[in-house]
C-alpha cells in the first residue's frame, strides 16, 4: 500500500508542476523551456532510500506516458517511449548524483548534484532526438535535442534545491532569520523583480538599442544576494521564482535574448542556458556557505557546551602567549575566580595579584613550562583582589607545543582551592 501510495503522489506532483511548466512558458518547439517534471523525479529519488526508487519512477513513468498523450498527441508506443526517455535519463542522473552517499547540501554533494543533473539531461536530449526522429520526423531535430537537455537541466536545477531545502522543515514560532537579515533579502529581491522588469521587456532593443544585448547580467547579482542573505531555504525560493520569472519573459519574445535569434527558438536555448548555469553557480555558492556556517555553528555549540562544563565543576580556563604572557580567559571565568581576576590581561599582571612570599615559585613554574623544562605543574598559591579580599587559587599549568616542538602557548586550569584538594 505505500509503494502504491507513493506511485501515486509522484504521479500526481509530477502532473501539476507539468501544468506549471506550460502555462509559464512557451515555445515553438515541441519541448517546454523549463521543465519541472524531472525535478519532481530527481528530488524524490534524491533524497528517498533506494527501495523507493521503483515506486518512485513507476510513478513517474506513468504520468510521463499521460503527458506525452495529453500534451504532444503521442500515440501508446509513443507515449511509452517518451516515459522511457523521461524516466531513464532522471534516473541515470540520480544515480550519479547519490554517489557515495553524500548530503547534497554539502559541496561535495553539490558537485555530484550538478553533474548529475546535467549528465542526466545530456542523455535525455540525445535520447529525445531519436525519439522525435521517429514520432516527428519533420521537425528540427537538433533544436528540439538541446531544448531538451537544457529544459531538463534548469527544472531540476531550479526545483530540487528547493525540495533538499525544504526537507524535514517544521514552522517554529522562534529561531528564523533576524529581521533585519530578512528585510535585506527582501529588498534585493525587490531590486532584482524590478530589473527583471526593466530588462525582459518587449521590444527591448527600440527601448536600449544596441546596449540591449548586454543587459541580460544586471539582475543576477541582486538574486545572489537575495539568496546569500535568505539561507538556503529562502534562496531556493528565489531562485526558483527567479528563474521561471526570466524564462517565461523570454519565450513570450521579451528581454535581451529575443534582441536577435539567428532562428527560430534560438533566444530560449540562450536563456535556458544562462540560467542554468547562474543556478549551478548559486548552488555552489550555497553549498560552500552552509559548509561554513555549519561549521560555525558547530564552533559555537561546542563553546557553548565547554563553558557549560567548566562552569558546572567551578574551573576557569586561561591560555598565555608563551613568549609575551599575554593572556586570553574563557568565558564565565569571572563567574568562577571574580570579574576583577578575569579582567587580567597578561601574566604580569597576574604575579603583582599574588602574595609575595609564594611570587617568586609561581613564576619560575610558569617559565618552567613555558621553556618546556617541565610538561605540566600544579600548584596552590593566595590570590589578591580588589578591595583587599584574598582568595587561595588551585592553578594546573601545561604547554602547548608547535611544529618546532618548542612551547607556544601556555594554558592553565584554575578553581577556587576550598582545602579539599
Known sequence: ??????????????????????????????????????GVTFSALLISARWWWPATLAGAALAAAAWGVAAHGLGPLGAVAFAGVE????????????????DPDSPAGAALFIIGALAGSVLGGALAVALWQWQRPDLNLLLEGGTWTLSTAVGTLLLTPVVTAFRGFRLRRSGGMPMNQFLGGAAAFAVFLVAVALVFIDHGQQRYGHVAATLAYLPMPFLLITAALWGPRGGALA????????????????????????????AVIEVQGFVTIWAAVMIAVRALSGERRQARDDAQAWRLRYER???????????YDAVTGHATWSE????????????????????????????????ATWLQVAQGGARASEQSYTLRLEGGRSVRVRERLAGIRGADDAVEQVVGLLRLDNGDG
Open 332 to 363: 564565565g571565568a569571572d563567574r568562577v575566580l571574580g570579574a576583577d581576576a578575569a579582567a587580567i590581561a597578561s601574566l604580569d599582571e597576574w604575579l603583582e595579584r599574588i602574595d609575595p612570599a609564594e611570587r617568586d615559585l609561581v613564576q
Open 239 to 266: 531562485l526558483l521564482a527567479g528563474g521561471l520569472l526570466i524564462i517565461g519573459r523570454t519565450a513570450a519574445g521579451g528581454g535581451p535574448f529575443a534582441v536577435d535569434e539567428g532562428f527560430h527558438g534560438e
Open 87 to 102: 524516466v531513464s535519463s532522471v534516473a541515470v542522473g540520480a544515480w550519479i548524483a547519490t554517489l557515495g552517499g553524500r
Open 309 to 319: 562544563i567548566m562552569q558546572a565543576v567551578g574551573v576557569a580556563s586561561v591560555e
Open 1 to 38: 500500500m505505500q509503494q502504491l501510495q507513493r506511485i501515486l503522489l509522484i504521479a500526481v506532483l509530477f502532473l501539476a508542476v507539468a501544468a506549471v511548466s506550460k502555462s509559464l512558458a512557451s515555445a515553438a518547439t515541441e519541448t517546454i523551456p523549463v521543465w519541472l517534471g524531472s
